[in-house]
């Protein structure tokens, strides 16, 4: 089992930037594919980004490519995601995910992720 603590989350203005993160219990984390998630009201979760094991690769939704940029440190065993020019869309409970059937891949859905943190709320005021 791995558990996982999401910090970092806030009010911020449109064209702003947050920095997320991920801690994560166990010795799981450096050899699975970890992403983050997002979940506005009365929408479903929606994939943001991945990144595999190695951080060899990486995976955006169209909505955040070229403003949010996903990173991890196995060696802290923390997952990050720096997001930047921040809009009122995107404002919206994160959540990060690991999958442990995997490494390599990276899914984008939410059903092939195993572990996931309480969730933080980013807020992005207009």
């Known amino acids: 089992q791995m558990q996982l603590a999401e910090s970092g989350g806030g009010l911020v203005q449109a064209g702003g930037s947050l920095r997320l993160s991920c801690a994560a219990s166990?010795?799981?984390?450096?050899?699975?594919?970890m992403a983050w998630f997002r979940q506005a009201p009365g929408k479903e979760r929606e994939f943001v980004a991945g990144?595999?094991?190695?951080?060899?690769?990486?995976s955006y939704a169209d909505s955040v490519k070229g403003r949010f940029t996903i990173s991890r440190d196995n060696a802290k065993n923390t997952l990050f995601l720096q997001m930047n020019m921040l809009k009122p869309n995107d404002t919206a409970v994160y959540y990060c995910?690991?999958?442990?059937?995997?490494?390599?891949?990276?899914?984008?859905?939410?059903?092939?992720?195993?572990?996931w943190g309480q969730g933080t709320q980013v807020t992005v005021s207009s």
């Open positions: 995910a690991g999958d442990a059937h995997t490494g390599v891949a990276i899914s984008l859905s939410r059903r092939d992720y195993d572990y």
């Open positions: 166990g010795r799981t984390f450096s050899m699975i594919t």
């Open positions: 990144i595999n094991r190695s951080a060899a690769r990486t």
